[in-house]
């Protein structure tokens, strides 16, 4: 069985200052994972993939996550937060075998201090 | 990636009724998911919609509350039948691409119903 556990439901970092929002999985099968960010009001929008390819995977926004398969962690990192970057965070694990449900994890709520 | 919108995108109905909510995709797609968003909760997967078969539930969702149609390849709707105050969330509808299996999915911009 797959799952997700996000260590954080609350980030709140300065403008400028580094983001890390952290992310757990479990997966009986090699998975993929992604992470989505939902601003307020509005649809999710995906941020970044991986699919077994290099482990450090970049995404929009300048936004990136490594996948530790030691450690099992997906976690995602910007250098330099902006004030755009305020939005929940998920991070969602789907084994690659069959069409099986993707699974999503709690949320992070990042807030950015101007 | 796919566009996908949702009609509507929010309403306040009462208790006791339905709503239909319809997910249009700018193209065609053999898988459409939909999730329901709980208030200050994750997303959880109601059902998967195929064309041409009837839906496929998860656990805890079932198809007399939640009806499903699937008529074609870029058009779904799904009906939240007897509302009660519970039933508030948002509803999204997600799609797959044709040839990539479920695991890449693109996501509507979200249903919020609330219900008094």
């Known amino acids: 069985a797959q799952s997700v556990t996000q260590l954080d439901s609350h980030v709140s970092v300065s403008e400028g200052t580094p983001v890390l929002l952290r992310c757990n999985y479990s997966?009986?099968?090699?998975?993929?994972l992604f992470w989505y960010v939902q601003h307020p009001n509005k649809g999710l929008q995906l941020l970044l993939k991986?699919?077994?390819?290099?482990?450090l995977v970049k995404g929009i926004n300048g936004f990136e996550a490594e996948f530790k398969k030691s450690e099992t962690s997906f976690h995602l990192t910007k250098p330099s937060a902006h004030m755009s970057d305020a939005a929940e965070y998920f991070c969602v694990v789907s084994p690659q075998r069959g069409n099986t449900p993707l699974v999503f994890g709690k949320g992070t709520r990042l807030s950015v201090i101007a | 990636s796919a566009v996908i919108s949702q009609k509507p995108s929010r309403d306040i109905c009462q208790r006791g009724t339905s709503l239909t909510i319809q997910c249009q995709v700018d193209s065609q797609v053999t898988m459409m998911f939909w999730y329901r968003q709980q208030p200050g909760q994750s997303l959880t997967l109601i059902a998967t919609?195929?064309?041409?078969?009837?839906?496929?539930?998860e656990s805890g969702f079932v198809i007399d509350k939640f009806p499903i149609s699937r008529p074609n390849l870029t058009f779904s709707t799904l009906t939240v039948s007897n509302m009660s105050p519970e039933d508030s969330s948002i509803y999204l509808c997600?799609?797959?691409?044709?040839?990539?299996?479920?695991?890449?999915?693109?996501f509507g911009p979200g249903t919020r119903l609330t219900v008094l």
């Open positions: 919609a195929n064309q041409g078969s009837e839906a496929t539930y």
């Open positions: 997966s009986s099968y090699s998975p993929s």
């Open positions: 991986y699919t077994s390819a290099a482990t």
């Open positions: 997600s799609v797959a691409p044709l040839a990539g299996g479920s695991e890449l999915q693109f």
